[in-house]
T-cell receptor
Framework: KAGVTQTPRYLIKTRGQQVTLSCSPI?????VSWYQQTPGQGLQFLFE???????NKGNFPGRFSGRQFSNSRSEMNVSTLELGDSALYLC?????????????FGEGSRLTVL | GENVEQHPSTLSVQEGDSAVIKCTYS??????FPWYKQELGKRPQLIID?????GEKKDQRIAVTLNKTAKHFSLHITETQPEDSAVYFC???????????FGTGTSLTVIP
């Protein structure tokens, strides 16, 4: 069974640009969540999608947005990039069901903002 | 919202000794507490979890304890081995969705 796949793995952007990251969950998983990982801050929750609906949202500004498609693939977008957005963005999927369960993480997309 | 604090931030132990990592949480509604291990350059992976209706859970050399009254939970690793060296994250989930609040991580080094 293929794991969670994230693209691109690495990207460099400049301040003010926007970026779109993609995540393909494990087959059959309908919950996809996104986390920002930075040194010293750990993993911070961005949002979670379940069956194409945003089910939960973290405390990030509106520049961070996401969506989920009917095949459960998800994208997140960051507009008007700031230097502080440099981070590893991790996507995670969870097994079917509406309850809380194990997160299966992708390898992440490392974003550098110059 | 939920706030999870994790201590210590770094921990060094001799091979064969035990390691303990502690976390506290603030939201009494949190009912699921997983622990993730992240080796250098790799993705986080679940190593053990506990739900609020259980006080302790053990899986070979790893155990987790939960004190709901005090709002804290701990990870215990016995007979540590060099391959246990990694960053460990605790987390808490206050709702039925997959929204997790993570601690800031503990970098564990096991010295051979």
């Amino acid at each position: 069974k293929a794991g969670v796949t994230q693209t691109p793995r690495y990207l460099i952007k400049t301040r003010g640009q926007q970026v779109t990251l993609s995540c393909s969950p494990i087959s059959g998983h309908r919950s996809v969540s996104w986390y920002q990982q930075t040194p010293g801050q750990g993993l911070q929750f961005l949002f979670e999608y379940f069956s194409e609906t945003q089910r939960n949202k973290g405390n990030f500004p509106g520049r961070f947005s996401g969506r989920q498609f009917s095949n459960s693939r998800s994208e997140m977008n960051v507009s008007t990039l700031e230097l502080g957005d440099s981070a590893l963005y991790l996507c995670a999927s969870s097994a079917p069901g509406t309850g809380t369960g194990e997160l299966f993480f992708g390898e992440g997309s490392r974003l550098t903002v110059l | 919202g939920e706030n999870v604090e994790q201590h210590p931030s770094t921990l060094s132990v001799q091979e064969g000794d035990s390691a303990v990592i502690k976390c506290t949480y603030s939201d009494s509604a949190s009912n699921y507490f997983p622990w993730y291990k992240q080796e250098l350059g790799k993705r986080p992976q679940l190593i053990i979890d506990i739900r609020s209706n259980v006080g302790e859970k053990k899986d070979q050399r790893i155990a987790v304890t939960l004190n709901k009254t005090a709002k804290h939970f701990s990870l215990h690793i016995t007979e540590t081995q060099p391959e246990d060296s990694a960053v460990y994250f605790c987390a808490a989930s206050p709702n039925t969705g997959n929204q997790f609040y993570f601690g800031t991580g503990t970098s564990l080094t096991v010295i051979p």
